[in-house]
């Protein structure tokens, strides 16, 4: 079987895919123990307010900048079983569109209220809910300077190493989304409305915080093929 | 009868430059959690027993990448996998690019079919400008190596050499990585 549901790892019009992607074919292999298992994480390991961006950077008393929202969603196999205890960290930009990095170049402010991540262990039924700030969008050299839609970094550990995803949910409605290339390496164009955050405004509290739902599929032990051969049989 | 529906896995993007915020945010010095992931990937390492592992990822220009995260698994020194040791989280220098793990030789066990497992750690690697992760693994004896991808039905001799580390002493190791070139690593698809 051939999916077109995952990036590929050249794709021209994201420049720096180009040097940073192998030129020859993966070597397909059966999956051993070693990817069959992974590290679990334990809820020992996580803070109360580590869900909670708003928070667990700021000063006692104030607030980041930026527009209040929820990201919540479940975490699933691709079966549609709900997981638990996957680990969740989430990292994004300020409410300018700045990140608290020592690499990040643009000269907009940094928000001494704003850390820019999260963690979260999904609960018995594979729910996980933050809460944080609109991202800004920024701008990053590419095909000379392009702009990013705005997103959150997500990282996930299911219960084997197989199921490792760093990913990016982008939000209902922006406009940057179409002309990302980040984005577009993914051929199929339905798989690509995965990774959009949409606006649920059931999920709102005190009429001032906006929520977005962001459910997330993890694969399962078949392989996938990207390309049409496997190399080497 | 038809077949259940299978839902699509979520897919990959790169995790950026800035990954460090949220995977290893000390470095930014942001100071919030109660503890780093994968500092170490055993507790109470013996010096007689850590072997130390070191190298750089090079790009396709022979560029070391300062951006990238590692992320190794290994099981023990029995050959056993356990989800709560054998992970390490590692980040490349910031200014070199080099990657530096301290960690065990992991084990053997013997398999269901009689057969002896092969000793290797697995390399996890994201970085900007990689849209999915690349996967290679680290073998320390040829032999191992051989023997598992005849296994899998491997046909590809010429650049096997390139998931064995350099050593001198067999305690300290060179484990470079190519993406592209003359000496391009063999990453895996599963
Ligand atoms: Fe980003």
Redesign the interface.
Known sequence: MI?K?????K?HD?K?????????E??????S???M?????SE????KN?NDLTL??SKIGEKPLGQEIFVHGFV?????NNLKNVLI???QANAGGK??????PSNIKLDENF?????FITSSDGYYIFKTIEPGAYPYPNRGTEWRPRHI?F?LFGSM??Q?????MYFEGDPLIKSCP??N??PDIN??K??IGRLDLSKTENEKILGYRFD?????KE??F?ENKR??? | MNE?K??????????????????T?RI???N????E??LIPFQDISDNEAINIKGKIY???NEP?I?AMI?T???DVNGN????Q??ARIVTD?KTGEYQLKTIRPGNKINTDGSL?AS?I?F?I?????????IT?MYFLENDLKND?V??????ED?LNTLIPYTEDKKNFIFNIY??GKK???????
Request: glycine share 8%; net charge positive.
């Open positions: 999916k549901h995952q990036p590929l790892r794709f994201y720096s895919s180009i040097s940073r992607s192998p030129n020859k993966p070597l397909w292999i059966n999956s123990s070693s990817e298992s992974g590290p679990l994480f020992k390991i996580i803070n580590d667990n950077f699933k196999d691709e079966n549609g960290e989430i990292w990140y608290r990095h020592q690499n990040d850390g820019g991540c999260g963690r970094h990282s190493f197989l490792r995803l760093i990913t990016q980040m984005v390496s993914i798989a690509r995965l990774l997330i599929v993890l694969r399962g392989q996938t990207f190399e080497g049989l | 259940p299978k839902l699509i896995d979520t897919p990959s993007q790169t995790a950026g430059p800035f990954l460090h915020i949220g995977c945010p930014t010095g942001i919030i959690f109660k503890s992931l994968g790009d396709g220009n990448i951006d992320e698994w290994q099981c996998y356990s989800s709560n054998g992970f910031l497992s290797y697995t996890w994201v970085a900007r400008g990689m849209n999915r992760p690349l693994r991808l296994l899998n039905n491997i046909k590809i650049r993406l592209q391009e690593t063999i990453f895996f698809e599963f």
